[in-house]
């Protein structure tokens, strides 16, 4: 009892010293970088066709559709080379009104009380003297593929000399967060799972390696990107993505970027009425004396079968030039489209003294499908338009706005009736209001 009593004093007297010495606050945080964002966006759309409805699978939008988005970060370096990465964040996306699409009542109400949940954990150790990086852990996965997807996932990163790059990756599991874009790869194949993450698409592991390189030229400047990756039990993806800027003057700058997506899908995926997969989009741009403006066109799909094109949203390839809504629309949505898209594009804009730029974006084009049980199931045929209207104001290096307007039309099948025509109309409205440190 006596040499329990003293084990307890002499613990109580070095946890008071452990107090007493206590690193400082400031102290503490010193080599901890806070990065972070918080987003509003409100998004309205509305839709009207011959036989009553659009019902474009997938879209950025929602009627009258309030979303709230905060994601906080924290990297800590602990030493040797040692970096610790924790991100969460909270998205709440609700209806204003009626609404059953991208909201998680449907009730029509804004909520503003989301929880925080873990996105980003990750271990990260910097060899400097050889130019190698490893992240272990929950993080942004980064691909061509994927736009902002998280998974759990190992990378490392060789840079030999400055301006070049050569990564290898393994993504041991897709993660579903609120702030994620996948594709429903379930619907389309008629997998009937009701949830786009027991897809098989998202079921397997994924390996791959990239080459990434951005050069100074001398006036002109050429960044590369080569990407290759094996999806187990699906299929073998590949990509490049070249874009070479001529500077003309010293704020006058003309550029053109070239992207190729492929990728060979297994039996699995073939006998469901899908086929190996292939993109390609070119667009050139000039910018300058506050004006920019750009061409481009954009070809992918086959007429008389699905195919995978991206992992997750619009991927991380520069396809955001195309439209706003045209590479959502049914048919043409990029990530899994039925039928054989071609479309060519043009945006133009110009920015004030005051950093606000006012622009407009025109998409026209086709997507040529037959009258396939996959074109009955998705649709989607026939001539497509949309015109954009659009304003961005950049307050500050930390704040934004963005508003736009697109008009999305298309002359095709009937989603209700495939042995007729239909015109339908989809008009969307978005304001983004979006602040980062």
Known sequence: MKV????????????????????PLEQAIKN??????????????????????????????????????LRLGAKADVGDG??????????????????TINSNDGAGGTRTNGSL????????????????????????????????????????VYSPFEGTAIAAFAVDSFEETQDGDQA????????ATGDPMTSRLYKYNMYGAAFIGGYDLGGSTLDV?????????????????????????????????????????????????????????????????GFDGGLGGIMFGKKDA???????DVGNAGLGVVGREFLYGRGSWVAISSGATTAAYVNAGYTLPSDLRIGLRYVYGATETTRGSAARTIGGGGDKMEGVVEASYQYNKNLDFLVWYSMLRYDGLSVEDNNGRDSNTKNTFRIQAFYKF
């Open 4 to 23: 329990l009593k003293l084990s307890l004093v002499a613990a109580l007297a070095a946890g008071s010293f452990s107090a007493l010495n206590a690193i």
């Open 32 to 69: 901890v970088d806070f990065t972070g964002d918080l987003r509003y966006r409100y998004n309205s759309d509305w839709s009207r066709s011959k036989s009553g409805s659009i019902k474009i699978p997938a879209g950025v939008a929602g009627e009258q559709n309030h979303e709230f988005r």
């Open 82 to 99: 040692f970096k610790i990465f924790g991100q969460v964040y909270s998205l709440t996306k609700d209806a204003g009104y009626d609404n």
């Open 117 to 156: 949940q873990l996105r980003q954990a990750y271990l990260q150790y910097d060899m400097a003297d050889y130019g190698l990086n490893f992240i272990w852990g929950r993080q942004e996965l980064g691909t061509i593929w994927t736009d902002d997807y998280v998974g759990t996932a190992a990378k490392v």
């Open 184 to 191: 429903d790869f379930s619907y389309l194949l008629g997998e």
């Open 225 to 289: 990107q080569l990407w290759g990756a094996q999806l187990m039990n699906t299929g073998t993806l590949y990509a490049a993505d070249v874009k070479y800027t001529l500077l003309l003057a010293d704020d006058l700058a003309w550029s053109i970027r070239a992207t190729y997506l492929g990728n060979s899908v297994d039996d699995y995926f073939k006998r469901r009425g899908a086929a190996n997969g292939q993109l390609v989009n070119l667009y050139g741009d000039i910018k300058g004396y």
């Open 306 to 312: 699905v195919t995978i094109n991206t992992i997750e």
